[in-house]
């Protein structure tokens, strides 16, 4: 931009009050050129966000306006079939916040999150670290870690029922045929919500540990080669180098994972036959809890409440755990 | 008005969809299509839950005709289906053309009238029992549902187990054995002490479903205001069902569940009340299983349970279509043949007499005349039990607090207690 302009200008203040006759003709050069100018300005700065625009256009007519709409809805009185009531202020929060069964689920849905993105990131990386090792027939092994993704979690969730049988399922009866009691799957609530996070893992692990392999292989070869030298083993080759490395891509799946684990809804909404979470809806998660007060109690402006304080709790938590990952690394003498 | 509500509500909806469940990826089939095949018939879906038996008459309607071509959509539990309903009617598009429902929750239905065609023809007037037909009826005279089946219940038994016991096994003996409710418990103590590792009915909930439907009003009254709380009748068959189900003869599984399923083929339970309906249920999931049979008898003089009408939702591109089949398979002939496939029994005054009913036998229910045995139950029947627009929900509730009983979760007094609370929060 710099030397364009300054070229237009030299132009310009020559001919300009030098020859009288030549004024028409220049002046206009000059309208143009400055014309011209302003368009080229406009165009470097402009441009890019024209060329991004497409995404935030699609973002707010998907993301902005629905979250909008949400919160309209979510101060009003609003019956599933009988539409927008009166205007109720904070008062669907409030009954949110009185019901027990919202604290339920929270308790729930923190539980599941917990029991479901721990081991899988853990296990995740692992794979991956084995992923990346010099295997045989290696893109079968690749590939297939992530069939379990492209299955859908209805017929997950239909296939983890008989195997989580309280009585007739398959886990079960492998734990009394080796003497063990039976676990109530269905029934305890620590047993349903490891139930339900192992269909979470089964699911996502394998998505995961790709993520993961394609930033290990970003890793240099030759920082391996030297730590080698240096009688680095391979689990502390993995321990202190591959995972510091990979770390602004452990901190996008375990945001991911956060978003996606907080808003659990087909494993334990498939769990059972009611789709309340249990007889005492010991695995209700908040997004279940929304779908019972949306479709089930019919009430949409409280089911927006929840929406909305459900946001809230996943912004707290991506927060935090921001922080827990910088910190992780930040420690270990990392800058990424 | 109604319009622009029920744009309102749409955005609504969807604004809610897409903000919660964006990542969520609920697997849910999309129904796009605009309605027409590849080679320009018109296509229609039927949407059905459990067993309606449709099988083979939609395919004779496909043979019989070659304008449209019928689907149908079967939902596992009538659970599902409801959620599914109530989803598209407030979205305002999606669902199929004739939409099946079942009697718990047509009142709520009944509420939102205007979102379902007027079936009123001339050529069906009389067709079904009177009270069929009039809870169907809106009170400015719209037929917004055909009737299908109707549940009378019976005793569903197996013969080889009560022989286990020592107990008579013909469908005569049985039946007298079975006459109150009190006399059923009590055979069922016995049987337990004498095969204690089989149960004696199929489920605490099914158990007290059927003693519920024998109480003409349960959870609300006659102006629809909700009584489940005071109402001394629900107490007592809350009280008698998880003492029994303490007293071990309860399965203590849910309805529905897989592991009810599968009980089925464990040798789960001895007996269970079943509608003409649940025969299908049975025979499916107990395939292979040999000893079941029914008795002509249900504890308490009669019960109904289920049944259900076909309606035809005003969103559909081909109401006329979808109308025509409606009328074609809620006819007498084919509510008979539904009947012969799965035992739904006929709502329609017709069939009721048709010899072909009265005359069928199932041989897997040992050649029982099952459709005597129906036709005895519904005759049996002295009133149609009233449910309001918040029997289905709370009829849920009603069975999650004995659920939690039999699984132990709650004692009996803590899990009316929070029954109670569940009510209170349905409003």
């Given amino acids: 931009m710099g030397v364009g302009s300054t070229a237009v200008k030299q132009v310009g203040g020559a001919g300009g009050p030098a020859s009288p006759t030549r004024a028409r003709p220049d002046s206009a050069d000059v309208r143009r050129s400055a014309w011209r100018r302003r368009l080229s300005r406009l165009d470097t700065r402009v441009t890019p966000y024209v060329f991004v625009s497409p995404f935030f256009l699609l973002f707010l007519l998907v993301g902005m306006f629905p979250l909008a709409y949400t919160a309209f809805v979510s101060v009003h009185q609003w019956g599933l079939l009988s539409g927008q009531g009166d205007f109720a202020g904070l008062d669907n929060y409030r009954r949110v916040l009185e019901d027990r069964y919202f604290w339920n689920a929270l308790r729930n849905t923190v539980s599941i999150f917990v029991l479901s993105s721990v081991p899988q990131v853990v296990i995740a990386l692992v794979l991956a ?78 998505y995961n540990a790709l993520i993961f392999l394609a930033a290990m292989q970003a890793v240099p070869r030759d920082v391996y080669e030297s730590a080698a030298l240096d009688g680095a083993g ?103 | 008005m109604q319009t622009s509500k029920s744009r309102r509500v749409r955005l609504a909806t969807s604004a809610l969809l897409a903000l919660t469940l964006a990542t969520t990826a609920a697997a849910c089939g999309g129904s796009d299509d605009e309605g027409t095949t590849a080679d320009g018939k018109i296509k229609l879906t039927v949407a059905t839950f459990n067993e309606f038996g449709y099988e083979e008459l939609i395919e004779e309607y496909n043979a019989m005709q070659d304008e449209v071509v019928v689907e149908q959509k079967k939902a596992g539990t009538a659970n599902e289906h409801q959620d599914n309903l109530y989803t598209k009617l407030a979205a305002g598009s999606g669902l199929s053309d004739i939409e099946a429902v079942e009697v718990d929750w047509w009142a709520a239905l009944m509420e939102q009238a205007d979102a379902f065609e007027d079936l009123s023809d001339p050529e069906v007037e009389g067709r079904w029992l009177d009270w069929k037909t009039e809870a169907a009826t809106t009170d400015d005279g719209r037929l917004i549902g055909y009737g299908t089946d109707i549940g009378p219940e019976g005793i569903c038994y197996r013969a080889d187990l009560l022989e286990k016991a020592g107990m008579p096994t013909d469908r005569e003996e049985v039946a007298k054995m079975f006459t109150t409710w009190d006399d059923y418990f009590e055979a069922g103590r016995q049987f337990v002490k004498k095969v204690p590792d089989v149960a004696w009915y199929d489920s605490s909930g099914a ?53 009810w399923t599968a009980s089925f083929q464990n040798d789960g339970f001895a007996t269970m009340a079943c509608p003409g309906w649940m025969l299908g249920v049975i025979e499916g999931n107990a395939e292979g299983v040999e000893g079941w049979d029914i008795a002509n008898v249900f504890p308490g003089g009669a019960g109904l349970w289920g049944g259900s009408y076909l309606t035809v939702p005003t969103q559909g591109d081909h109401v006329e279509e979808a109308k025509e089949l409606a009328k074609w398979l809620t006819a007498p002939e084919q509510q008979l043949k539904a009947f012969d496939a799965k035992f739904t029994f006929p709502s329609q005054v017709e069939a009721l007499e048709d010899p072909g009913l009265l005359d069928h036998t199932s041989p897997f229910f040992n ?50 207690q929070s029954f109670l609370a569940d009510v209170e929060r349905l409003g």
């Fill in chain 1, 129 to 206: 670290g084995l992923l990346d090792t010099q295997l045989r027939a290696r893109n079968l092994w690749r590939m297939s870690v992530l069939l379990p993704f492209v299955v859908a979690p209805a017929a997950v969730a239909l296939i983890f029922g008989n195997v989580f049988g309280d009585r007739y399922g398959l886990v079960n009866e492998v734990l009394q045929g080796i003497g063990l009691e039976p676990i109530r799957w269905h029934v305890d609530t620590l047993a349903s919500h490891v139930a339900i996070a192992s269909m979470v893992n089964w699911r996502w692990t394998g």
């Fill in chain 1, 234 to 336: 391979r689990i502390r080759q993995f321990v202190s180098m591959t995972v510091p490395m990979i770390r602004p891509t452990v901190l996008f799946v375990v945001i991911t994972s956060t978003i996606g684990g907080l808003q659990i809804f087909a494993e334990p909404r498939l769990f059972d036959t009611a789709g309340l979470g249990g007889s005492d809806r010991q695995y209700q998660t908040l997004t279940m809890y929304l779908w019972e007060l949306g479709w089930r109690v019919r009430d949409l402006g409280m089911a927006s409440a929840v929406a909305w304080l459900l946001f809230l709790i996943i912004v707290v938590f991506a927060v935090v755990n921001l922080l827990i990952s910088r910190r992780a690394g930040a420690l270990r003498g990392v800058d990424g």
């Fill in chain 2, 207 to 259: 158990t007290a479903q059927a003693m519920i439907n024998q109480t003409e009003y349960s959870f609300e009254d006659e102006d629809n205001n909700v009584i489940a709380a005071e109402n001394p009748q629900v107490k007592e068959v809350f009280d008698t069902v998880t003492a029994l189900s303490e007293e071990g003869l309860s399965t203590q599984l849910v309805q529905w569940a897989e592991d």
């Fill in chain 2, 367 to 416: 050649d029982a005349p099952t459709g005597q045995i129906l036709a005895d139950r519904a005759e049996a029947i002295e009133f149609i039990p009233h449910k309001g627009p918040k029997y289905a929900d709370i009829n849920t509730a009603f069975q999650q607090a004995i659920q939690r009983v039999d699984e132990g979760k709650e004692s009996p007094e803590d899990a009316w």
